[in-house]
């Protein structure tokens, strides 16, 4: 009796020891704490808000009730310019709104319709970029009906994640959960607020990881000179059954315990409506986004300094490698960190950190959660040896002058290129040649139909090994005119001439 009575009072002074620390850590860091470091601060206080697995019985009632409190619905508010459209808008917010938006194209203001989840008890909320995007004005009703005017802290169209701010305290919240502890057939809740009716609750299951979907990819954003430039979107969605229908967006993916796992995004279907495929941003993504939001109001983004290719079966033969999983090497940009590295063209990008590359989303995603010197390790094949270094990640401003330095390449051609291999070169019995990896909707090869797996031999008579190559043999031409001798994917000789403007 005596043991279970110094048990009993050492597990209470350990649990008050702990949330002690919390408040002294509370009050001592105030507001320059994560949302990560608040959320512990706040279940320390509210232990009651935090509830096991609800499935037993296939029971979701727990999970329900502990989430729909915190998921607001977003009402958002445009002004039409004169000639009846909305200010910046591009073709990614055209089929989001498809999806999703409800603006109804009427005389005067428009007005859309989404979800947001409020993550921190001081009325911090997070959303889609494409839900809050131009807005003039957004209004947030929560559950008890009450209305609130809120500011937007941040966004990224990369990520489609915004943060905005609701002025109060004393909000309900929903827990951060652990995306990458998510399983394929686990059960899940979407919630939110679909056709703008009340909080609404639908079940499935996780359907598949790491899903590109090629949405985000759409838009054309201006760069700091106010010139039209890709965007460089990172997908690794969490797909879902569970149904989710316009309004959904920006709304709350939650596991069986109440953990927020994913942001709603997106769904893929033939009439707009549910059918059985949804698509929601990690939460291991969206908190290193949403910290950099509310310290900085902005993404601070760190690069290794590479373009690359994601392996399979099909673009292996083109390169001629064995390996069809991992990401192959085009270019290794100048000053970053993978050529500080020692990475070279052609090598086979197979682990980060440890974790198997399967396609362009498995690096993505983890890079996604890291700022400017940050430290990666990638694990490479060159010449059938496994190598691994340790890459420190650069800022923008590296990745900027690179752009810059193969301006034309990237920015009016519209289009990836990677090294032929010797065994490609010895098979079409050619000495020079670069593969062409990708082609971007909009671009020179776009127009005239030159497609992915052409391999370039020669541009104005000289020889084409290289990016680099591609960039001086076009600019040294009269007028950037350019001769391109190239070989077709069915082998034929072919020849393009266009002026690079």
């Known amino acids: 009796m005596k043991k ?12 008050a020891v702990a949330i002690g620390s919390y408040k002294f850590f509370e009050s001592r860091y105030g507001d320059g704490m994560s949302f990560e470091d608040k959320q512990k601060v706040y279940f320390t206080n509210n232990p009651g808000s935090v509830i096991n697995s609800s499935t037993g019985a296939l029971d979701f009632t727990q999970a329900a009730a502990t989430v729909t409190p915190a998921v607001v619905h977003i009402k958002t508010t445009y002004n039409t310019n004169a000639s009846g459209g909305y200010p910046g808008r591009d073709q990614m917010q055209d089929m989001f709104e498809d999806f999703f938006g409800g603006r109804r194209r009427q005389q005067g203001p428009a007005q859309g319709s989404g979800s947001g989840v409020i993550i921190s008890d001081d009325g911090y909320i997070v959303t889609n970029n494409h839900v809050v995007d131009n807005a003039d004005k957004i209004d947030v009703i929560l559950p008890d009906k ?46 939110g607020y679909p056709f703008a009716l009340n909080t609404t609750v639908t079940a499935g299951i996780v359907s598949a990881k790491g899903r590109q979907i090629g949405i985000l990819d759409q838009g054309i954003e201006p760069d700091e000179d106010g010139r039209p430039q890709a965007r460089t979107a990172i997908e690794s969605f969490i797909q879902t059954d569970a149904a989710i229908n316009r309004g959904n967006s920006g709304g709350a993916l939650v596991n069986t315990k109440g953990e927020l796992i994913g942001v709603n995004a997106a769904i893929a279907s033939q009439s707009g ?67 500080q590295a020692g990475l070279k063209e052609g090598d086979i990008i197979t682990k980060v950190d440890g974790n198997q590359i399967i396609s362009p989303s498995d690096l993505q995603e983890r890079i996604g959660r890291l700022g400017p010197g940050d430290k990666v390790q990638l694990s490479y094949l060159r010449d059938g ?22 301006s034309v ?48 031999t020669s541009i104005n008579g000289r020889p084409i090994n290289k990016t680099e190559d591609i960039e001086s043999a076009i600019t040294a031409g009269r007028n950037n005119m350019a001769t391109v001798n190239a070989i077709s994917p069915d082998g034929m000789q072919i020849r393009y001439q266009f002026q690079v403007r």
Do not use: H, M
């Open 273 to 339: 409506s549910y059918e059985g495929y949804g698509f929601a941003i990690p939460i291991n993504l969206a908190k290193k986004v949403l910290n950099d939001f509310k310290e900085y109001g902005s993404v601070r983004r760190g690069y290794i300094g590479i373009n690359f290719t994601g392996l399979d079966a099909e673009q292996s033969k083109r390169l001629g490698v064995n390996e069809i999983n991992g990401l192959y090497v085009n270019e290794v940009l100048p000053g970053g960190g993978a050529a």
């Open 146 to 191: 009450r209305s609130l005017v809120a500011k937007v802290i941040g966004k990224d169209a990369n990520t489609d994640l915004a943060l905005l701010k609701i002025e109060g305290s004393g909000f309900p919240i929903v827990k951060l959960g652990n995306s990458d502890d998510v399983r394929v057939g686990e059960w899940v809740l979407a919630v």
């Open 409 to 456: 390449v990237t920015k009016n051609l519209g289009a990836s290129f990677a090294p032929v291999s010797e065994a490609v070169k010895k098979k079409y019995k050619i000495s020079s040649g670069v593969l062409v990896t990708s082609v971007k909707s909009g671009g020179f090869f776009d127009q005239l139909d030159l497609v992915q797996g052409t391999i370039i």
């Open 385 to 406: 040896k496994t190598l691994t270094s340790s890459v420190t990640l650069k800022g923008e401003e590296s990745v900027k002058t690179a752009k810059n330095s193969s």
């Open 4 to 15: 279970i009575g110094v048990t009993f009072l050492a597990a209470c002074l350990g649990g």
